[in-house]
Nanobody
Framework: QVQLVESGGGLVQAGGSLRLSCAASGSTLRLNAIGWYRQAPGKQRELVAAITSSGSTNYADSVKRRFAISRDNAKNTIYLQMNSLKAGDTAVYSC????????????WGRGTQVTVSS
């Protein structure tokens, strides 16, 4: 089993920055990919950014050049640096992990609220 705990959410003004953290514990070996998802009220959950064990990253078009995902293997922690935040970025952000190269994410955190005021 893998446990994921997010932190770093909060209230920020438009144009500001936040850094989210996702701490992984448990059977973290052979985790192939970790992603950050977000879900705003009344909207579908969307994948914001993901990073693989080899360091490859991908981003949703809406956050490219504003958000950056990174990992600290020594700390078993994944980060999401969010810059130039917009009101439309307001959502609950959750991290998720999977052992497979592709497919569904198997492990989920509870999420952290990010609110961007305009």
């Amino acid at each position: 089993q893998v446990q994921l705990v997010e932190s770093g959410g909060g209230l920020v003004q438009a144009g500001g920055s936040l850094r989210l953290s996702c701490a992984a514990s448990g059977s973290t070996l052979r985790l192939n990919a970790i992603g950050w998802y977000r879900q705003a009220p009344g909207k579908q959950r969307e994948l914001v950014a993901a990073i693989t064990s080899s360091g490859s990253t991908n981003y949703a078009d809406s956050v490219k050049r504003r958000f950056a995902i990174s990992r600290d293997n020594a700390k078993n922690t994944i980060y999401l640096q969010m810059n130039s935040l917009k009101a439309g970025d307001t959502a609950v952000y959750s991290c998720a992990a999977r052992r497979t190269i592709a497919g569904n994410y198997n492990y989920w955190g509870r999420g952290t609220q990010v609110t961007v005021s305009s």
